[in-house]
């Protein structure tokens, strides 16, 4: 093979997609894939909203990822022929009280000095655009240019598109081969190895626990925790995503709405906790107070692939033909056109692209291994 990669999250399958879109011969190996983290992940591609103090680096390459959504999109369903589940619908920031209102106004501030396309609401102007919120929302940030997508109906398409361009799924696990310092393909169990030209390791926050990579490679990736819930009921409930204290409501537009926003550091616990349901619910309650009135189809949890400075590692190990690309945090699904686009070009001859130098793993080696 061209290529096999280890991984088979949204950021394995959708190298993998472009990669055979290139014309390479690709494989993937994941005993089960696209149930991990992209499995449970809400699916915002939200680079403006979801910008951080101190992280202003970052913005422009979220915003460059984001960019490319609609013709990946495009791409991606015309080659499975079926929907991927993208929606162009903004999110909607707001407050329910005066601190609220003052974190808010201090993060409209934030975005406006860095030129990012945000818009400033009075209590009226947020309550018009969004009748279901309460009726004590103080104010609000509108964010037009945020989309989603739905990783139930994404990993899917993924799936079907690979299949279509003749990539190889071995739902499996798999280790890496490496001969002579250069890594040569994919130990599978109950199977014959793949041989490859190139290996992409892509298993989320297990990129770490996948045997037979060197110890100077294995990324520095963890494990973090998100709970969150998924609602069945008024389909015009909202229309728009809304954020506020520490929770997201997230609307499908057929009456499916997804909860979220925790953030825990609990190793590789998956465990649903009720208290977490609770203050989920509550948080939404807050926001949207009809949401009490939905159907609870599903209370779960996922495990994001963070890294020590919360910045994906994409781009060549010190191992000959070992690419890493992990790390993605909240952020995979934003961050999969942009990822899948620079790790394809690579196997298929090309450079790494200036934008994705930040994102090396290179960052993290001690200072004699990177001059060596």
């Not at 974190?103 to 934030?110: C, G």
């Not at 100077?216 to 409930?237: C, H, M, S, T």
Request: charged share 20%.
């Amino acid at each position: 093979m061209d290529a096999a990669v280890i991984g088979g999250g949204v950021i394995g399958l959708a190298v993998a997609w472009r990669a055979a879109r290139a014309g390479l011969s690709v494989a993937v190996v994941d005993p089960e894939p696209g149930s991990g983290a992209s499995h449970f992940a809400a699916g915002m591609i939200a680079p403006v909203g979801e910008a951080e103090f101190g992280e202003e680096a970052v913005v422009a390459l979220n915003r460059d990822s984001a960019e490319r959504y609609p013709s990946f999109i495009a791409e991606l369903e015309l080659d499975a022929g079926r929907s991927a589940g993208y929606r162009q619908t903004g999110t909607l920031h707001v407050a329910i009280d005066g601190d609220e209102l003052t974190a808010l106004e201090r993060e409209f501030r934030f975005r406006q000095d860095l030129g990012l396309p945000v818009e400033r609401l009075t209590s009226r102007q947020t309550r018009d655009l969004e009748p279901g919120l309460s009726p004590s929302i103080r104010g609000g940030m509108l964010v037009a240019t945020d989309h989603q997508v739905d990783p139930r109906a994404m990993i899917p398409t993924l799936l079907q598109a690979c299949s279509r361009l003749g990539v190889q799924i071995h739902r499996c696990r798999g280790s890496l081969l490496v001969e002579n310092g250069r890594a040569t393909g994919v130990a599978v169990d109950g199977g014959d190895p793949i041989e490859a030209s190139r290996v992409v390791l892509a298993a989320g926050c297990w990129s770490g626990a996948v045997q037979g990579v060197p110890d100077e490679d294995v990324p520095p990736v963890r494990p973090v925790k998100g709970q969150i819930l998924r609602l069945r009921g008024a389909a015009d409930l909202i229309g728009r995503t809304i954020r506020g204290g520490s929770v997201y409501i997230l609307p499908r537009g057929d009456g499916r709405v997804v909860v979220g926003g925790t953030v825990e550091e609990r190793g590789f616990d998956t465990a649903v906790i009720a208290g977490a349901v609770y203050e989920l619910l509550r948080d939404a309650r807050a926001l949207v107070p009809d949401i009490a009135e939905l159907e609870l189809v599903e209370a779960s949890a996922g495990l994001r692939p963070g890294s020590p400075d919360n910045m994906p590692m994409v781009g060549d190990s010190t191992t000959a033909g070992l690419i890493v690309a992990t790390g993605h945090y909240r952020n995979g699904y934003l961050l999969a056109p942009a990822t899948a686009d620079a790790v394809a070009g690579v196997l298929a001859g090309g450079r790494w692209p200036e934008a994705t130098r930040p994102w090396s793993p290179a960052r993290f080696r001690r200072p004699a291994e990177v001059g060596s």
